[in-house]
């Protein structure tokens, strides 16, 4: 089962151990976060809950999420989303707060990574490009010919590594330490690289791959 909350990337900072080890952390603002929706087997073929972070003005919301926010008692919320398996059993209306992670070693956060622009092969992709010796040869960060059956007949294939857009694309990192877990002022402190820029909205869970029960 797992559990989760939303929250929003900080920055990072760094801390130290007791036994004076420097320890580079992101901090992440976590919860409180509303609980507005409950799913079940039974109703919705699966189970999960809706969770709803930061409040927002009711004219920025449209009036079917607001008469949804007004059902769970609760105020209109920037970002809404959906964890599906929750471990914890929880109703509409009650709150989720860091305090779920105490005792949980790893954890996973996703979010939304940091658009570059456009891109070419070498920086998209990582290739090698072409050789970079004198000669009459001037495309050396060319990406190469794609083939002229592809250009000629079935287009380019989906997925083909050219140029393009890099960047701006929901990543997860996998099994983050969980440093430190401040109930009080509602913050995770994360060691790793979290996806997105400061002040961007992420999930963070129970990785599957913590140890602890």
């Known amino acids: 089962m797992a559990i989760g909350i939303l929250g929003k990337k900080l920055g990072m900072t760094q801390i130290f151990t007791e036994d004076g080890k420097r320890t580079p952390v992101t901090v992440i603002e976590a919860g409180p976060c509303s609980v507005l929706q409950v799913r079940t087997a039974d109703s919705d073929g699966y189970a999960g809950v809706q969770l709803g972070f930061d409040d927002t003005r009711a004219e920025r919301a449209t009036l079917p999420m607001l008469g949804h926010f007004r059902k769970a008692s609760s105020a209109p919320k920037r970002f809404v989303r959906e964890i599906r398996d929750y471990g914890g059993e929880c109703e509409v209306g009650d709150e989720v707060t860091v305090a779920i992670f105490e005792g949980v070693e790893k954890v996973d ?19 090698h490009g072409s050789g970079a010796s004198h000669g009459t040869k001037k495309t050396h960060r060319s990406g190469g010919s794609i083939g002229g059956m592809y250009s000629t007949s079935k287009g380019v294939p989906k997925g083909w590594k050219m140029a393009g857009h890099m960047g701006s694309v929901r990543k997860t990192s996998v099994a983050l330490p969980l440093v430190r877990v401040d109930a009080e002022r509602n913050l995770l402190l994360v060691k790793g690289s979290v996806p997105g820029a400061n002040g961007t909205y992420v999930v963070v869970k129970k990785s599957k791959r913590d140890g602890t029960k």
């Open 109 to 127: 956060v996703t979010g939304i990574s940091k658009g570059k622009g456009f891109a070419g092969p070498m920086k998209r992709h990582g290739f």
